[in-house]
């Protein structure tokens, strides 16, 4: 919900379950429909003519004239775990009344606002304050709230309560764009990484092609040479044997070895 301020605190609301942004005058009368969207506006905030909003759907916060009119413009994108959306300008609200009359108060546990710049205190159950504004009871100090994570432009709150910054931002809260050493770096690295990638598929693929035909030249070795020891022969001319084999001939002397019968006898004597 956001009051316009600046146009007789009109009240504008985001309605997630209509997909809608509807505003109405504080007396209840003048209801428009300002924005229907299927992005399903969430957290809204109105500001001079503009009406900011943001969708937890696309992490998106948007902007458009706040009666409704001309085309919605894209402010952010990618926006993490968004609740609200406030603009922050000196004079985007009114200073004076956003005065507490409990500044001035001394109560001890609770004070509330009344009417009329008024206060009241308020203490636990039981307990009545005193003329002073105490309490005669004990007293619990207040839990430390939070820290709030201040990281922007995308940046991400680490544990230790620093940013991780993109790739196109730095500083402590990454609010300074990158210089442009540091992005050609970031380019560098990126471009070196992939070259890196594809030499080694390269080296790899070379590698295999490599091995398959290694192993091809050899089965068709092996293959030669058992057709060739299948074509060796065995023949008789009378007293001679001769044995003919292609893989133990020599290529200078093509003819065969013979041997006699009595060669034979006297080799087996």
Known sequence: MAVDEGKGNRIYWADPKYRKIDSVNPDGSDRQTIVRD?????????FENHLYWVSRETKTLYVQDKFGRGRVSVLASDLEDVHAVRVSQRYARDSTRAKSSCAEARCSHICVQLPN?????????????????????????????????????????????????????????????????????GRLSENLLLALFLLLVLFACVGLVGFVGVNLYRKRALLSKKNEAADSSVSFHGNVISFSNPALDSKQDPNPIEYSMQQIAAAEA
């Open 117 to 185: 710049d008024g206060f009241a205190c308020l203490c636990p159950d039981n307990v009545f304050p005193g003329t002073d504004g105490s309490c005669g009871s004990a007293r619990v100090d207040a839990l430390i709230m939070p820290k709030q994570c201040t990281c922007t432009n995308g940046g991400k709150c680490k544990l230790d309560g620093t940013c991780e910054c993109p790739p196109d931002f730095e500083g402590e809260n990454c609010e300074k764009s990158s210089t442009v050493s540091r992005k050609l770096i």
């Open 38 to 46: 299927k992005n399903t506006p969430y957290a809204i905030d109105v």
